[in-house]
């Protein structure tokens, strides 16, 4: 898909050329898994793929949405006195959110617009499409109404789109990188305080690779909210002695010396995971800083094994890939990115074993699996912007 079919698929739809274009990436999370709402540290960073938006503004208050992933969706339409959360509306939904927390902050969206979407982030695998389009919304908002709204506040709007809107229980990490990210940088984000600082990736001579285990992560909503109340009755039971507010204010140490406190082995080990993969957080901006990727690769290979055996949240699908990856030439680290079960895994591997990479590790999956893995070959990008309308995809 290039720039030229979306304006004439923009033309067939509204009879008009669009006036301006936005793009949102997608993210991936390079470590720090289930630490965010455990008042942790994250590591994401945006990615060259994500999600377009070509739009007109219209004279009357009538918003018209076409996304070419949906097609069967149609072109949605409702009127901007009109911002309810509409089930039949699907995947527009997300901007419509957006538009509507925007209205109600105060800001002037002055008329209605014509807008087509258009996404290359592969569906359901865990690189953040929802929030791709909401941060998309925001940045389209602002550049087509001059809102000046503050990334941080658009950020925070996107996150309570999908909590309060969409109903989705997520902490703020996918805005954030989508809305901050920075080419070949890594963003070391403190989730409890919001600073947050950039990491340079070098990566010369590697590729980070995208794994897409092609397997819906059906599960993932409903361990995902088990797994936070794992996390919240360890904490209560370390408050008995500890005066801490949250997991990851713990070191390692202070860890080990106080686990005694928590009774269940299982809730236990749940702690243990959001602890350490915090550490391995802080450790990874150290390791980037001072160049040593060999390093940060070792950090993400002990961060699977600790969401494998500790967390439990990995899956044979995920466990298939990143363990066939573990045993390929040329590769510095892997695991699985995401909430689990299901999803996509990455691993950074050299440029010079790519293909050989995807060819083995694709043959021992579906060996083992029985259907397809995916793979991709990721840049680190910008956050959401503006584009010119002959921008290459």
Known sequence: MNMDILITKFKELYYASPQEAFFAPGRINLIGEHTDYNGGHVFPCAITYGTYALVKK???QTIRMYSINFPHRGLIEFDLT???????????????????????SGYEVTSGFELLIYGNIPNGAGLSSSASLEMLTGV???GLFDLN??????????????NEFIGVNSGIMDQFAIGMGVRDAGILLDCQTLSYEYAPIQLEGYKILIMNTNKRRELADSK??????????????????????????????????????????????????????????IKALRELRAGNLEAFGQ??????????????????????????????????????TGA???????????????????????????ELIGYDA??????????????????AM
Request: proline letters at 2%; aromatic letters at 8%.
């Open 374 to 391: 995916d793979f991709y070959v990721a840049s680190i990008g910008d956050g959401a912007k503006e584009i010119a309308m002959t921008e």
């Open 149 to 162: 709204i503050p990334r941080l506040d658009l950020i925070k709007l996107g996150k309570r789109v999908e």
């Open 140 to 142: 389209m908002l602002n």
């Open 58 to 60: 219209r004279e009357d």
């Open 224 to 281: 995902y909210n088990e797994r936070r109340s794992e996390c919240e009755e360890a904490l209560v039971q370390l408050q008995q002695k500890l005066p801490i507010e949250a997991l990851g204010q713990l070191s390692e140490k202070e860890f080990d010396e106080n686990q005694f406190l928590i009774s269940n082995e299982v809730v236990r080990k749940r702690a243990k995971h959001a602890v350490y993969e915090n550490r391995r957080t």
């Open 299 to 336: 950090l993400m290979n002990d961060s699977h094994r600790s969401l494998r055996d500790d967390y439990e949240v990995t899956g044979k699908e995920l466990d298939s890939l990143v363990e066939t990856a573990w045993k390929q030439s040329g590769v510095i680290g892997a695991r699985m």
């Open 82 to 104: 009109s911002l309810d959360y509409t089930q039949q509306h699907n995947w527009a939904n997300y901007p419509k959110g957006m538009i509507r927390y925007i209205v109600e």
């Open 340 to 366: 689990g079960f299901g999803g996509c895994a990455i691993a950074i591997v050299a440029n010079d074993e790519v293909d050989c990479f995807i060819a083995n590790v694709g043959a021992v999956y579906r």
